[in-house]
């Protein structure tokens, strides 16, 4: 797709399959058109910026078992100016020797509302928008 669609913009684009290549027997007539599209050259699009906040440790830790309150990492995400961007879910990736079994009441806060996590990711219940 051309990097500047400034020259397309108000045309109207749509995809059409013509044909099916299988062995399968295939019942329809071709072609198949697809949701027409009208092409905006001046869309903005919405973005977020994402950056370690000044919670995150910046370093590998060794916590002693039953280590509490401990900030074991900080994100920072920065919605651009263009539109609301929504937060859909967090995931952590545990790489060390702890497993989900040694973990225990962990949270994350987002503007300063804890959300509990399922040891595999948080799905924030609000779509928080950012």
């Known amino acids: 797709m051309a990097a500047n669609l400034a020259n397309f913009a108000g045309q109207v ?23 027409a599209q009208t092409i905006n050259a001046t869309l903005t699009l919405g973005s977020a910026q994402m950056a370690v906040s000044s919670f995150d440790p ?7 078992v039953g280590t509490t309150n401990f900030k074991f990492a900080g994100v920072r995400v920065t919605a651009g100016s263009s539109e609301k961007v929504k937060l859909w879910s967090i995931r952590w990736n545990q790489t060390g020797s702890a497993s989900s ?20 990711h948080l799905t924030l219940p609000t779509n928080r928008e950012v």
């Not at 910046?58 to 002693?64: C, H, I, L, V």
């Not at 079994?101 to 595999?120: A, E, K, R």
């Open 58 to 64: 910046n370093s590998s830790q060794t916590k002693e």
């Open 13 to 35: 684009a749509a995809l059409n399959v013509i044909g099916v290549n299988s062995s399968a027997t295939v019942n329809g007539s071709f072609p198949i058109t697809g949701a």
């Open 101 to 120: 079994n040694d973990l225990s009441n962990v949270q994350v806060f987002v503007d300063g509302t804890s959300y509990p996590v399922s040891y595999t």
